[in-house]
């Protein structure tokens, strides 16, 4: 039986796909940067970098540069992104992101990839929502032809949560998810042989957001001997309750994760 492909080498030569990162940073993010790049050049694309996030997209010019194979090689083991991240107020409005559509458009770009988090997955969907309404505008003002309007009509886009929360429904584990618990165990297994040598109490504060993914397995893996998590909007007597149990973990040489959010 002949290999098959399930998809063709060149099967959309000619199209714009560009790739960025944005929100904050995580490891794995330039991994996915490769893939995308490298994938996007399988299948005949034109791939893109969008340099420093949304804000690169409003701003156009050097910010959107063509990408080749050399381009993402060496960088698979580097944490945060070679191709910047940054927020951008701007593009919370409609006019950034009429910008945007049209640095898209000029540039021959109809699908995008971000990688990112809650608000940048947020973001992007809006962005695509509005497309069509977008392109209308900028037809008006005459600043892309009809021929432009029809051919870049949708705005093709998907998503990768870039997030070491591991706060996102439908994916077993977000980007740069094992890469934190990986450093707080690390970091853990540092201290605590301080902590038995002088028979003291130490208090461990790690990320998590409004999920407690990483202070539940932390610890665990770390036999801690408390999780504190406090609630979102956190009750009036947390600070007491914390206090209390530091001075019970102060008598028996406890351990303590303390998830921040």
């Keep these: 039986m002949p290999n098959e492909r399930f998809i063709e080498r060149g099967s959309h030569k000619g199209k714009g796909l560009a790739v960025f990162t944005s929100g904050g940073d995580s490891q794995g993010m330039n991994a996915a940067v490769r893939a995308c790049v490298r994938m996007a ?112 009509d949708v705005l093709h886009i998907v998503g990768m949560v870039g997030s070491i929360d591991n706060d996102f429904c439908g994916t077993d584990m977000t980007i740069g998810t094992d890469s934190a618990l990986h450093r707080i165990i690390e970091a853990i297994d540092a201290i605590v042989s301080t902590a038995y040598s002088h028979q003291r109490t130490f208090i461990m504060e ?31 007597d947390w600070p007491e309750r914390l206090c209390n149990k530091l001075i019970q973990a102060s008598e028996n040489q406890d351990f303590f994760i303390l998830h921040a959010i």
């Design 206 to 236: 790690v990320m998590g957001r409004h999920c407690g993914y990483l202070p539940v397995v932390t610890g665990i893996i770390s036999e801690a001997d408390y999780v504190f998590c406090p609630e979102s909007p956190p009750p009036f």
């Design 41 to 152: 050049i399988y299948l005949g694309c034109k791939a893109y970098f969008i340099r420093e996030g949304y804000q690169g997209m409003v701003d156009g010019g050097d910010n959107i540069v063509e990408a080749n194979w050399a381009s993402v090689s060496s960088i698979i083991h580097r944490g945060g992104t070679v191709i910047g991240s940054a927020r951008c107020a701007e593009f919370r409005e409609r006019a950034g992101r009429r910008k945007a559509a049209y640095n898209l458009i000029q540039k021959g770009i109809s699908n995008l990839v971000v990688i990112g988090g809650d608000g940048s997955l947020t973001g992007a969907n809006c962005f695509r929502n509005e497309w069509s309404g977008l392109l209308d505008e900028l037809l008006e003002s005459k600043k892309i032809t009809p021929e432009q309007r029809k051919k870049f």
